[in-house]
């Protein structure tokens, strides 16, 4: 029996008529607040405006003891990147190390990283490392606006799985003004390098930044890559992210998903849900990251 399982972490609800999802089962923490230097032109910080706020590592232990006093049971740990496109954690190690320690999966998104950085959350003990893959340096440049390169992302890949991380790359289809540019090859890092897991979420336009009125990818480039992520990495568990534009979109990509033989969904919509029961799947449900997908 084909097993798939459906991810629906409680920082917003979710409820199929199956499954229902508990609030702050799982909440998202930025500890920049909303200020990011890079202002990536997908993001603009917006999506930080969406997390909880902790600036400061007393702050952050304070903040995730709470959460868990109302139920929560992992939080994700990011913040807006600074300029060399890595996210300012390093002083937050320690809290880090706690948090790991009162019994939550710790997701952590560092940005670039560091043999330093790595090292400081494989002590700390983090349940699971969520990377960025771009394989674009025009991407990275004109949408990140970072002066690196992609071999500096496939060298982050590589520091986090000689330091004994537990390493879910995330690679995003469209990152380009929806274009297909270097996903191919943001795959090829995961063939060489190896993951525990891939994430794979489709740009979402938001209103509001430079890229609020372009198209996403067309959905046949977007099965293409799902069919290609399938065959290089046959053992690797492959997710369908939260991310991805709304409505009929979303739903012709998870289907999407589903073909290709993808081991899990976030928030997967009704329709979606019940194609895979009439396919006699073996169903399992989570309220974590689906970066924690093993």
């Not at 409820?15 to 999802?21: A, L, P, T, Y």
């Not at 289907?255 to 194609?275: H, S």
């Amino acid at each position: 029996m084909t097993n798939i399982a459906f991810y629906a972490p409680g920082v917003r609800h979710y409820d199929n008529g199956i499954f229902q999802n508990k609030a702050h089962s799982f909440c998202n923490i930025s500890i920049t607040g909303p200020a990011c230097q890079c202002c990536c032109e997908h993001c603009q910080g917006r999506l930080l405006q969406n997390m909880q706020s902790a600036t400061e590592p007393d702050e952050l232990i304070s903040l995730v003891g709470r959460l868990k006093q109302q139920g929560c049971r992992g939080v994700l740990i990011s913040g807006g990147a600074c300029q060399d496109g890595s996210v300012p954690l390093t002083r937050f190690a320690g809290a880090l190390q706690a948090i790991a320690a009162m019994g939550l999966d710790v997701v952590v998104h560092p940005g670039l990283l560091s043999e330093a950085m790595a090292k400081l959350l494989a002590q700390a003990a983090v349940t699971r490392v969520a990377l960025d893959l771009i394989g674009d340096r025009d991407t990275i440049s004109e949408v990140y606006h970072l002066d690196r390169t992609p071999e500096d992302y496939r060298q982050s890949l590589r520091t986090a799985r000689e330091a004994g991380l537990k390493v879910s790359p995330h690679l995003v289809a469209g990152l380009h003004y929806g274009q297909i540019r270097g996903e191919y090859e943001a795959l090829n890092m995961v063939v060489a390098e190896g993951a525990d897991s891939l994430v794979l979420v489709i740009l979402q336009p938001l209103p509001g930044t430079p890229m609020g009125g372009i198209s996403p990818p067309p959905l046949a480039e977007v099965a293409d890559l799902f069919r290609t992520a399938r065959r290089l990495l046959p053992h690797t568990p492959l997710a369908l992210g939260c991310a991805r534009p709304p409505g009929l979109y979303a739903r012709a990509a998870e289907r999407l998903a589903v073909e290709a033989g993808f081991d899990a969904i976030a928030y997967p919509a009704k329709e979606t849900v019940d194609y895979v029961y009439s396919l006699g799947y073996n169903v399992t449900y989570q309220e974590t990251c689906c970066g924690i997908l093993t």
